[in-house]
């Protein structure tokens, strides 16, 4: 099975830290729709789509707990580097809040497994809370990662028909007759 988890050194690997974060926050994406789908099927009430919840609860904590492994070692990684102090307080406040979503995942998943209904009320407020913070640590690696590069084009020097682009476009992607 291919491996995704991040290496605990990226620049070992050739991948710079922009590349690792963005990496973090597919994964930080995938937690967040894990722990909406356990909040979606524990609000249900037959048995076995609360058992699904519970079950997508317990997934998302094995998810927490990988992100926050991997985020930790990023930040020892970027302590052991020069880097500019910026990013590694950015890499600090990820730090914080994937422990805390790894805390409440764990809370939640501890709180659905018991029998009583208090307890499984406790766990259904605690997956709400392990959602949000989901989102919000989803939202912090997307503000983090540098968006694409790609070249800019003054859109407001474009008309609907630029014979001017069109020629641009077909000269940069003209073949190259004996590339093989």
């Known amino acids: 099975m291919h491996e995704t988890r991040i290496p ?14 963005r990496q973090l926050g597919s994964r930080a994406h995938q937690l967040r729709a894990a722990t909406l789908a356990a909040d979606h099927f524990n609000t249900l009430q037959d048995t076995q789509d609360k058992d699904t919840g519970s079950w997508l609860m317990s997934c998302a904590l ?9 985020i930790d070692g990023l930040a020892r990684s970027l302590r052991e580097q020069p880097v500019d102090t910026a990013l590694q307080a950015k890499v600090s406040g990820l730090r914080v809040r994937t ?6 995942a764990r809370a939640a998943d501890h709180f659905l497994d018991r029998e009583s209904n208090e307890d499984r009320e406790t766990g259904s407020w605690l997956i709400a809370t392990a959602s949000s913070l ?4 989803a939202a912090e690696l997307d503000d983090n990662v ?3 590069r790609r070249p800019l084009v003054d859109k407001s020097a474009l008309g609907p028909h630029d014979a001017g682009l069109a020629r641009r476009v077909a000269a940069a992607t003209a073949p190259l007759y004996g590339a093989a």
């Open 62 to 70: 094995a998810l927490s707990a990988d992100l926050a492994e991997d």
């Open 99 to 104: 422990h805390q979503l790894h805390a409440a």
């Open 146 to 148: 540098l968006p694409q």
């Open 8 to 21: 605990a050194h990226p620049s070992a690997t050739g991948h710079d830290v922009h590349h690792t974060l």
């Open 134 to 137: 989901a989102q919000k640590l």
